[in-house]
């Protein structure tokens, strides 16, 4: 267990509205990922974090922000969101000493 | 473009028989390479990984093995069971990419008793 917790799980919303998703980490990872999972496209990596106030984009970030104000907590946001991003999204971290990600259980998110 | 393509969407296997399921990869700066087993309404979890160094790498009924001159690598399951029916993400990550992994689709296993 990696001490990895996603809040919420589950979220209905409708298109136009503001979404943060939560992941929330106990073991003072350094780095921190959202990725989301599409049938036929796998996970796909929107946005990371190397440190406190350090982020950069994945390969599919258009629409999404992030924030990471303390190593705990790696936020991602959703301006206004689209039907499009319906999906399911994963909060990963690094293992201390290895390549592998750690997965968080996952928040599934609805936009109608 | 994918980097990383896992051909198969489904792959259906008795119990007790071997599973080979297969990734490929278009990027030759890609050095490590992972897989994850994926149950429904879970996180992936980390299953076996394989270094560039190395073409074989064994986890009790997990076998990885890497071809490097074809790009392609594939995980063997010896012998399958029903609890191994999953979804299987094959990764790759390389120095250029940093701490970044790429994935593959996924291949639904199915175990049949």
């Known amino acids: 267990d990696a001490g990895i917790t996603q809040s919420p799980r589950h979220k209905v919303t409708e298109t136009g509205t503001p979404v943060t998703l939560r992941c929330h980490q106990t073991?003072?990872?350094?780095?921190m990922y959202w990725y989301r999972q599409d049938p036929g496209h796998g996970l796909r990596l929107i946005h990371y974090s190397y440190g406190v106030k350090d982020t950069d984009k994945g390969e599919v970030s258009d629409g999404y922000s992030v924030s990471r104000s303390k190593t705990e907590d790696f936020l991602l946001t959703l301006e206004s969101a689209t039907s499009s991003q319906t999906s399911v999204y994963f909060c990963a971290i690094r293992g201390f000493d290895t390549g592998e990600l750690f997965f968080g259980e996952g928040s599934r998110l609805t936009v109608l | 473009d994918q980097q990383v393509k896992q051909n198969s969407p489904s792959l259906s296997v008795q119990e007790g028989r071997i599973s080979i399921l297969n990734c490929d990869y278009t990027?030759?700066?890609?050095?490590?390479f992972l897989w994850y087993k994926k149950y429904p309404a879970e996180g992936p979890t980390f299953l076996i990984s394989?270094?560039?160094?190395?073409d074989k790498n064994e986890d009790g009924r997990f076998t990885v093995f890497l071809n490097k001159s074809a790009k392609h690598l594939s995980l063997h399951i010896v012998p399958s069971q029903p609890g191994d029916s999953a979804v299987y993400f094959c990764a790759a990550s390389g120095k250029v990419y940093g701490n970044k992994l790429v994935f593959g689709a996924g291949t639904i296993l199915r175990v049949k008793s």
């Open positions: 394989i270094s560039s160094i190395k």
């Open positions: 990027n030759s700066m890609f050095d490590y």
């Open positions: 073991e003072n990872h350094r780095y």
